[in-house]
C-alpha cells in the first residue's frame, strides 16, 4: 500500500514538472524543452546545406541523435505522468512528440544506398518537430479555441467564397478566348482564385473588355472577403480572453483548458 502510495506520488510529481506551467519546475522544464526544440530544428535545416553538412555533417548527426534520445525520455516520462497513457499517446500531442523521434530510429532500418530518398524524407519529417512548440504556449491554446468556435462560420464562409470563384470562372470561360489561357472551367477557376486573393501569378489574364471589367469586380471583392475570416476569429479571440482558463492538466488524460474552478476533468471526469 505504501508503494503505491510512493508511485502516485512520484507521478503526480512528474506530472506537476511535465504538464504544468504554474512551478518553478514546470516553467524550466517548459524553457529547456523549447530550447531544445528550436535547436534541434535548426539543426535539421542546416543538416539540408550540402556545405555546412560537409564540413560538420559528424557533428549534427551526433547531435540528431542526443535530442532523439532526449525526446524519447520526455515522450516516455509523459505516458509515465499521466494515468491514461494510450489516451495521451492518442492525442494530436502525443502523436506529434512520437513524430519527432521515429523518424531517427527508422533510419537505421533503411540501410543502401537505394533507399537514399527514404532516409532523405525521413529526416526531412524531423521538422515537424517545431509542432511540439504549440503545446508550450499558451496564446497558441487561446488561438486554437478561438478557430475551434468559429469554425461553422469559417466553413459558411469557405462555401461562399467556393461558390463564388465557380461562378466566375464559369463566366470568364464563356467570355475569354481559349487563346488567353481560360482552356477549361477548371482552369479559369483556378484563375479566379488567385484573382480573388490578390495574388495575381499573372500566368493567365483576360484581353476582353468584359473579362477585364469581371476581373476589376472580383479584385474588389477579393479586398473585402480578407476582413471577413479576421473578423470571425478576432471575435471569438475577445470571447476566449474573457474567460479564464486555468493551465493546469487532467493528471489522467492530459486534457487541458479547464475552468480555474473546476475540480473534475471535463473530457475524462477525473479529479483535479
Known amino acids: ?22 512551478t518553478p519546475a514546470g516553467k524550466l522544464f517548459d524553457v529547456l524543452l523549447i530550447v531544445s ?25 551526433i547531435g540528431e541523435w542526443f535530442f532523439t534520445i532526449l ?9 509515465c505522468s499521466v494515468g491514461r497513457p494510450l489516451a495521451y499517446a492518442s492525442s494530436f500531442f502525443g502523436i506529434v512528440d512520437l513524430l519527432a523521434v521515429l523518424p531517427t530510429y527508422l533510419s537505421i532500418f533503411v540501410p543502401g544506398t537505394q533507399y537514399l530518398l527514404v532516409i532523405r524524407i525521413l529526416r526531412v519529417l524531423r521538422i515537424f518537430r517545431v509542432l511540439k512548440l504549440v503545446q508550450y504556449l499558451g496564446e497558441a491554446r487561446m488561438l486554437a479555441q478561438a478557430l475551434k468556435a468559429s469554425r461553422r462560420k469559417i466553413i459558411v464562409f469557405l462555401f461562399v467564397v467556393l461558390t463564388l470563384v465557380v461562378i466566375f470562372g464559369s463566366l470568364m470561360y464563356l467570355i475569354e478566348d481559349p487563346q488567353n489561357g481560360f482552356t477549361s472551367i477548371p ?35 477579393g479586398y473585402g472577403i ?21 493551465t493546469q492538466a487532467c493528471p489522467e488524460c492530459s486534457a487541458e483548458g479547464h475552468d480555474t474552478d473546476a475540480k473534475h476533468c471535463k473530457y475524462c471526469g477525473a479529479r483535479l
Open 37 to 61: 526544440i528550436v535547436v534541434s530544428v535548426v539543426m535539421v535545416m542546416l543538416d539540408s546545406v550540402s556545405s555546412i553538412q560537409v564540413l560538420y555533417g559528424r557533428f549534427l548527426y
Open 226 to 246: 480578407i476582413a471577413v475570416p479576421t473578423g470571425i476569429v478576432t471575435a471569438e479571440l475577445t470571447q476566449v480572453y474573457k474567460k479564464t482558463i486555468s
Open 187 to 221: 482552369r479559369s477557376i483556378y484563375w479566379a482564385i488567385v484573382t480573388l486573393t490578390t495574388v495575381g501569378y499573372g500566368d493567365i489574364s483576360p484581353q476582353t473588355g468584359l473579362g477585364q471589367a469581371i476581373s476589376a469586380i472580383i479584385m474588389i471583392i
Open 71 to 79: 525526446f524519447t525520455i520526455e515522450y516516455l516520462l509523459r505516458l
Open 1 to 22: 500500500m505504501e508503494k503505491n502510495g510512493s508511485q502516485n506520488t512520484l507521478r503526480a510529481r512528474l506530472h506537476e514538472i511535465i504538464f504544468e506551467a504554474d
